[in-house]
C-alpha cells in the first residue's frame, strides 16, 4: 500500500532554512505528481507546491513563491521541498501526498525567534 514518511522538520528562527524530504514506497513513485501541503494550528490543509512526474513543472502557492522550490528523485523515489526565507506564518505540519492512498504522518515546522 501507499507509504509516504516525512523528515526533516524542526525549530528555526525567522529567515532561517530547512529541506524537508519525503520517502514514498508501495506505488509507482514516477508515474505520479507529487505535491506538499501544510496544515497549521486550527486551520485547514493547504496547497503549497506541486511538481509534475518527471519536475519538468512545478507550481507554487503565492504565500511561498520564491521562497520554496519542490524537487523530486525518481530513483530514489523521494519528494523534496526546500523552504528558504522561513516566517512564522509557516509554522505547520508538512504533508507529501500522492493524489492516491494514505497521507503520512507529517512532519513539524516551526519558525520561532
Known amino acids: 500500500q501507499v507509504q509516504l514518511v516525512e523528515s526533516g522538520g524542526g525549530l528555526v528562527q525567522p529567515g532561517g532554512s530547512l529541506r524537508l524530504s519525503c520517502a514514498a514506497s508501495?506505488?509507482?513513485?514516477?508515474?505520479?505528481?507529487m505535491m506538499w501541503y501544510r496544515q497549521a494550528p486550527g486551520k485547514g490543509r493547504d496547497l503549497v507546491a506541486t511538481i509534475t512526474t518527471a519536475g519538468g513543472s512545478t507550481h507554487y502557492a503565492d504565500s511561498v513563491k520564491g521562497r520554496f522550490t519542490i524537487s523530486r528523485d525518481n530513483a530514489k523515489n523521494t519528494v523534496y521541498l526546500q523552504m528558504n526565507s522561513l516566517k512564522p506564518e509557516d509554522t505547520a505540519v508538512y504533508y507529501c501526498?500522492?493524489?492516491?492512498?494514505?497521507w503520512g504522518q507529517g512532519t513539524q515546522v516551526t519558525v520561532s525567534s
Open positions: 508501495g506505488f509507482r513513485f514516477s508515474s505520479y505528481a
Open positions: 501526498y500522492a493524489g492516491i492512498g494514505s
